[in-house]
């Protein structure tokens, strides 16, 4: 069973950055595809940054490309996504999540695709 544990979200002021972790556990695969996405209220799901330990290939929604980066430490257990120049608009649940055996970030780009595995949520405020 896939476990995702999410840490590090906070209020911030606009401007500032914070970098969420997720320690992932349960795989049966080597390789897959984890990211991020965010809920904030009154908006749509959207799928946020994903990175493929298969190919290191990584994804950003428009929204945050440039500003945010995602990456995985060498043994593939923690999946951090640091944020830079953090918005209002930002502000939201992060939720950490995967299926646990697609190799590609493509799904991701979909507001509709629904991972098997989620964490808990982490919340992320921006706000002067």
């Known amino acids: 069973q896939v476990q995702l544990v999410e840490s590090g979200g906070g209020l911030v002021q606009p401007g500032g950055s914070l970098r969420l972790s997720c320690e992932a556990s349960?795989?049966?695969?080597?390789?897959?595809?984890i990211g991020w996405f965010r809920q904030a209220p009154g908006k749509e799901r959207e799928g946020v940054s994903c990175?493929?330990?298969?190919?290191?290939?990584?994804y950003y929604s428009d929204s945050v490309k440039g500003r945010f980066t995602i990456s995985r430490d060498d043994a593939k257990t923690t999946v951090y996504l640091q944020m830079n120049n953090l918005k209002p608009e930002d502000t939201a649940v992060y939720y950490c999540?995967?299926?646990?055996?697609?190799?590609?970030?493509?799904?991701?780009?979909?507001?509709?695709?629904?991972?098997?595995?989620w964490g808990q949520g982490t919340q992320v405020t921006v706000s002067s």
């Open positions: 990175i493929s330990t298969y190919d290191d290939r990584t």
């Open positions: 349960g795989f049966t695969s080597d390789y897959y595809a």
């Open positions: 999540a995967t299926d646990g055996i697609l190799r590609s970030c493509r799904p991701y780009y979909s507001s509709s695709y629904s991972p098997d595995y």
